[in-house]
């Protein structure tokens, strides 16, 4: 078995995004399709998280 089992969805998006027409109409849009595993994505997120933190905290910007 697999160490990481994937949701239906999951692996329904995943099989999405490897279709070409749909890579080439998402990239016209600005989009960049990266595909990931789970434990990828949660590093992915974790850093993009940090890194914009610490943009937003420099720039002092607070909610509102």
Do not use: C, N
């Amino acid at each position: 078995a697999k160490a990481e089992t994937r949701a239906p969805a999951a692996w329904a998006l995943d099989q999405i995004l490897k279709d070409p027409a749909i890579r080439e109409t998402l990239a016209s849009q600005g989009a960049e399709v990266r595909l990931m595993t789970s434990a990828q994505f949660k590093q992915f997120f974790a850093s993009e998280y940090d890194k914009w933190g610490r943009i937003v905290h420099a720039a002092g910007l607070k909610p509102q």
